[in-house]
């Protein structure tokens, strides 16, 4: 709202600031202007829904979990005032486009459901659009301001909708309230045992610098990204499943590894990886968004399949001992220049299966940008597509074909777990 209209908060209407919205907030202003934003800073999930939805049922869930949520309700201070978060009163953010035997005004309502502007002192920051296309036939869009919530919380936010669908009950309310949270992190942040744990990871990642440091810095979001929705042979992700004993998105994660060692031609290698950051009792938490793990991995001269495996689990394992450090303040202390590493895997999705209302057929469709900071972006997503984002057309001489190329090869690598590794066969060998 602006205006006449504009949100005015109450002192009781505050809400904590995370430590991301301290350093994102004035970024955002500075980037974007008043608003703090434009269509590119749109976090977007979209889904073709075949069957008749209960509009009512679904903007009762709507309600109702943005009703327990504060964080949903959130907006900001201007870009002119002291940085301040407010919470609104719980109107439901939630528009229905009945079109019908109309395909132009369907498709309008799409794309202006995708590009929704929003304004971060104005709420909603968040909002879901349900357009019909035909009888039994949908298109369901989540929008959201990306400072408002991250790929992990749009899963959150999907899952408890599906939870209340159709089901008469009010939303479970945080286990765990933020004032607490962020109280006890920031205790925890000031205390001998993380300087202790600071400590201990700076000696760990050292090793891998080469790897985790960026050649130049990128401008959030880039206005070079790329990216592409990969598609790779089910039965061989199956397969390789079966042979090393691992998840679809383990498996993913040592594909990731693979391609980073074929276009740097290192041993150490390193890499972040997102992970919830949030009290395992607090499902129902919007706001803390997700952290980065920073995971080193090394490969020794005769390593196989398996022994990669082996390691990267090793350094996933040594990353999430020190989960309760924020990534950006190791990197911080690791080198100079900005706090982001080369590559990141996203192990979340973005949601691809979370929204489930009953036993409609319902088709996750990609419409947003990655955001991607990093040299090379991986997310994974099921045994049929995996997402890759690049922050620059190229990185080490390789653009996304090469890339996309060196990730479906290194897939047929697999299938032998006792298949030796050597970064020079993968980089002559699949990644030229």
Avoid at 180 to 188: C, F, N, S
Avoid at 330 to 346: A, I, K, Q, S, T
Avoid at 387 to 410: H, K, N, Q, S, T
Wanted: with cysteine; proline share 8%.
């Amino acid at each position: 709202m602006t205006g006449a209209g504009a949100l005015v908060p109450s002192p009781a209407g505050h809400l904590p600031l995370t430590m991301r919205d301290r350093v994102l907030l004035p970024r955002f202003y500075t980037r974007f202007g008043p608003s703090g934003s434009t269509s590119q800073t749109n976090l977007v999930y979209g889904t073709v829904i075949r069957g008749e939805v209960d509009v009512d049922a679904l903007r009762s869930a709507v309600g109702r979990v943005v009703e327990a949520n504060p964080e949903l309700r959130a907006f900001y201070s201007g870009p002119d005032q002291d940085p301040a978060k407010y919470c609104a009163s719980p109107d439901v953010p939630f528009h229905f486009e009945d079109c019908r035997g109309d395909g132009a005004a369907f498709k309008a309502a799409v794309r202006a459901a995708i590009a929704h502007p929003f304004n971060l002192t104005d709420y909603p920051l968040i909002r879901v659009t349900l357009v019909r296309r035909a009888p039994a036939r949908y298109v369901f869009i989540l929008c959201a301001h990306h400072l408002a919530v991250d790929g992990w919380s749009i899963v959150m936010f999907l899952r408890a909708i599906s939870r209340l669908y159709k089901v008469d009950r009010p939303a479970s309310r945080p286990a765990v309230g933020m004032p607490d949270y962020l109280r006890d992190r920031e205790a925890y942040l000031e205390s001998d045992a993380a300087a202790a744990d600071t400590a201990r990871a700076l000696a760990w990642l050292t090793p891998a610098i080469p790897a985790l440091r960026p050649a130049q810095p990128t401008v959030f979001p880039s206005p070079e990204e790329v990216h592409r929705l990969v598609r790779l042979d089910r039965q061989a992700v199956r397969q390789a499943c079966q042979a090393l004993g691992l998840s679809v998105t383990e498996v993913h994660r040592v594909l990731f590894v693979l391609v980073q060692h074929a276009l740097t031609g290192l041993d150490e290698l390193g890499f972040s990886e997102s992970h919830p950051n949030r009290p395992p009792e607090g499902l129902g938490l919007y706001g803390f968004l997700s952290d980065d793990h920073l995971v080193r991995v090394s490969i020794r001269p005769g390593d196989t399949v398996r022994d990669l495996v082996n390691a990267v689990n090793r350094g996933l394992d040594h990353a999430r001992e020190y989960e309760g450090l924020p990534a950006a303040t190791l990197l911080r202390r690791l080198y100079d220049g900005p706090p982001l590493p080369r590559f990141h895997f996203n192990p979340f999705g973005v949601g691809t299966n979370a929204l489930r209302l009953g036993g409609l057929s319902i088709r996750h469709f990609k419409t947003m940008k990655a955001f991607a900071l990093t040299d090379l972006t991986f997310v994974s997503l099921n045994a049929d597509f995996a997402f890759i984002a690049m922050a620059r057309p190229e990185v080490d001489g390789y653009d996304i074909d090469a890339v996309a190329a060196c990730l479906r090869r290194a897939l047929a690598m697999l299938a032998d777990p006792m298949r030796p590794l050597s970064h020079g066969l993968l980089r002559s060998g699949w990644a030229a």
